[in-house]
C-alpha cells in the first residue's frame, strides 16, 4: 500500500515535503517513485529511489531542487517512509503527486521514466504552485 501526504498550496520559490507511506513490502527488489501530472499533460517520472541501496534519479527538469530519500530499514510489515522534498519550487511544478513501486531490478533512469510500467499506485497528491 502507497500513501500520500504532504500537498497543499505554496509560493514560488517556496518548499514542500511529501510523504509517501510505504506498507506491505516485506521483500526486497523494488523502486519507490514519484511520478506527477499536470492538467492537460502526460504523466511523468520526477524521481526514484532503489529499497535495495537508495540509489536514486531525478528528472532533469527538478534536478538540484528536488531530493528523494528513505526515512530507513523498513519493519517486519515492510512499512517505511519515502520522502520528497522539493525546493525552489515553480509554477510548472503544479500537478498531482503520485507515489509508485515498481517491482524488479531495471535501469533506474528508464525505470524512473515509466518505461517498464508500474506495479502499485498511490492515489496522488495535489501540490499547487503559486506565482
Known amino acids: 500500500q502507497l500513501v500520500e501526504s504532504g500537498g497543499g498550496l505554496v509560493q514560488a520559490g517556496g518548499s514542500l515535503r511529501l510523504s509517501c507511506a510505504v506498507s506491505?513490502?516485506?521483500?526486497?527488489?523494488?523502486?519507490i517513485a514519484w511520478f506527477r501530472q499536470a492538467p492537460g499533460r502526460e504523466r511523468e517520472g520526477v524521481s526514484c529511489?532503489?529499497?535495495?541501496?537508495?540509489?536514486?534519479?531525478?528528472?532533469?527538469?527538478v534536478k538540484g531542487r528536488f531530493f528523494i530519500s528513505n526515512n530507513g530499514t523498513k519493519n517486519a510489515n515492510g512499512e517505511h517512509t519515502v520522502y520528497l522534498q522539493m525546493n525552489r519550487l515553480k509554477p510548472e511544478d503544479t500537478a498531482v503527486y503520485y507515489c509508485?513501486?515498481?517491482?524488479?531490478?531495471?535501469?533506474?533512469?528508464?525505470?524512473?521514466?515509466?518505461?517498464?510500467?508500474?506495479?502499485?499506485w498511490g492515489e496522488g497528491t495535489l501540490v499547487t504552485v503559486s506565482s
Open positions: 509508485a513501486a515498481i517491482i524488479g531490478q531495471y535501469e533506474l533512469g528508464a525505470l524512473c521514466s515509466g518505461a517498464y510500467g508500474v506495479d502499485f
Open positions: 506491505g513490502f516485506t521483500f526486497d527488489g523494488y523502486t
Open positions: 529511489i532503489e529499497d535495495r541501496d537508495g540509489t536514486t534519479h531525478y528528472a532533469d527538469s
